[in-house]
Nanobody, 125 residues
Framework: QLQLVESGGGLVHPGGSLKLSCTVS????????IAWFRQVPGKDREGISC????????KYADSMKGRFTGSRHNTENTAYLQMTGLTPEDTALYYC??????????????????WGQGTQVTVSS
């Protein structure tokens, strides 16, 4: 059974950085596209970034470009989200998700079949 576990969240000051990890077990990470989403209470889940199974194609939400960088290490079964220049508006529960391998990945939650439990990121002074 495929399982995803996020880690690396926490409390950070405005302007700070965090690196989230998504560890995959059950099946090899190389079989899936991986995406990062976030959600705040009362709002829809928001796509951040995705990487195809090969790492050849990636996509970012316009508001995240230049601040957030996704990466993946298939041999380690781990994906990462590096976040910089954090603001209080980035406070949310952050999720990683796995989906079928595609030529180009997408940032639509419905296209991902397996999700982690989320890791909380709080940006506050």
């Amino acid at each position: 059974q495929l399982q995803l576990v996020e880690s690396g969240g926490g409390l950070v000051h405005p302007g700070g950085s965090l690196k989230l990890s998504c560890t995959v077990s059950g099946y090899g990470l190389e079989n899936y596209d991986i995406a990062w989403f976030r959600q705040v209470p009362g709002k829809d889940r928001e796509g951040i970034s995705c990487l195809t199974w090969s790492g050849d194609s990636e996509k970012y939400a316009d508001s995240m470009k230049g601040r957030f960088t996704g990466s993946r290490h298939n041999t380690e079964n781990t994906a990462y989200l590096q976040m910089t220049g954090l603001t209080p508006e980035d406070t949310a529960l952050y999720y990683c998700a796995a989906g079928p391998p595609l030529f180009r990945c997408v940032l639509t939650p419905a296209d991902y079949h397996t999700w982690g439990q989320g890791t909380q990121v709080t940006v506050s002074s």
